[in-house]
C-alpha cells in the first residue's frame, strides 16, 4: 500500500485495523497525523447526524392517520416514498460529495446544478499534494488494465505525452479514470467518467489557475485539466485517436 491508498483508506474508514493500514499509519508521524485528523472529521460527523426526534412527532403522525381514515381524500394522493430510504441516500450522496472536496468550498448552487467540471477541479485539488512530482513510469499494460472497467482500450502510446500516473478514484455516485499526463506547461490531469453519471457537462471551463474541457466519447466522459496556459486540444485528440471501445 502506498501513501496515497492510505490517505484515500483514511478518508473512508479511519478506524480500518487491516495489517497493510495500521502498518502505513505508524510508518511515519505524518501518516499519524492525517489518520487522526480523519479519525476526529468522522467523529464530528458522527455527532451531527445525532438528531433528536422532535417532541410529539410519533403522536402527530397517528393524528393525522386517524384524520385521514376518517376523511377520504378528494384526489388520489401523491406517491410517498417509503420509509427513511429517500432520505438516507441523500445523506450518503452529501457526505460522498463532502468528503471528495473537503478542501475547497463547494458553490453555494442546488445539487441538481452540480456539474462534472466542479467535481473534477475538487478532484484535482485535492490529491494534488499526494500525486505531484509521482512518476509511475506507467506501462500500456497499466493503462489497459484500468480502462478495461469502463469498456475501453488505448491502443498505443506512441508519440504520445507521458502518462506518469494511472488508477481508479471515487469519483461522483462511483468509480472514474483518473490519469495524469506531462502536457508542456506542467501535469494535466485526465478523468474517464461513466455516461451515466448525473452532471452538467461544460464543455469547458475555468477557475483562473486551472481550465478543462469535457469531452463526450462513445463510452464515457473525457475531462481533462491543466495550466491556464496548456493547451488541451492536442492531448484530447491523442488520446481520443487511440481509443478502441468495446460497448
Known amino acids: 500500500m502506498d501513501e496515497l491508498e ?3 483508506r483514511a478518508v473512508i474508514d479511519p478506524h480500518d ?8 499509519a ?8 492525517w489518520l487522526e485528523e480523519m479519525k476526529q472529521f468522522d467523529h464530528r460527523l458522527s455527532q451531527g447526524m445525532k438528531v433528536d426526534v ?5 403522536e402527530r403522525l397517528l393524528l393525522r392517520q386517524a384524520i385521514g381514515a376518517e376523511s377520504p381524500p378528494s384526489r388520489p394522493p401523491a406517491p410517498r416514498a417509503s420509509g427513511w430510504k429517500p432520505l438516507a441516500i441523500a445523506a450518503s450522496v452529501a457526505f460522498l460529495i463532502g468528503v471528495s472536496t473537503r478542501w475547497l ?7 441538481a446544478q452540480a456539474s462534472l467540471a466542479q467535481v473534477a477541479l475538487a478532484h484535482v485539488y485535492g490529491e494534488e499534494p499526494f ?17 478495461e472497467k469502463y469498456g ?14 494511472v488508477n481508479h478514484c471515487a469519483f461522483y455516485q462511483g468509480p472514474a479514470l483518473h490519469m495524469v499526463l506531462q502536457g508542456k506547461m506542467g501535469p494535466v490531469t485526465l ?17 483562473g489557475r486551472l481550465k478543462g474541457e469535457v469531452i463526450p466519447l462513445k463510452g464515457a466522459n473525457l475531462v481533462l485539466i491543466g495550466e491556464m496556459d496548456e493547451p488541451l486540444d492536442p492531448l484530447s485528440r491523442q488520446i481520443e485517436s487511440r481509443l478502441h471501445w468495446s460497448i
Open 6 to 8: 492510505f490517505r484515500r
Open 17 to 24: 485495523t487491516q495489517d497493510a493500514f495500521t502498518d502505513m
Open 26 to 33: 505508524k510508518a511515519s508521524p505524518a501518516n499519524r497525523k
Open 54 to 58: 422532535p417532541p410529539g412527532l410519533a
Open 105 to 111: 468550498p463547494w458553490p453555494s448552487s442546488p445539487p
Open 131 to 147: 500525486i505531484a512530482g509521482v512518476d509511475e513510469q506507467v506501462s500500456l499494460q497499466t493503462i489497459n488494465a484500468k480502462m
Open 152 to 165: 475501453a482500450t488505448l491502443m498505443n502510446m506512441q508519440d504520445m505525452a507521458r502518462i506518469t500516473y
Open 191 to 207: 478523468f474517464m467518467v461513466p455516461k451515466h453519471v448525473p452532471l452538467r457537462l461544460d464543455p469547458r471551463f475555468d477557475d
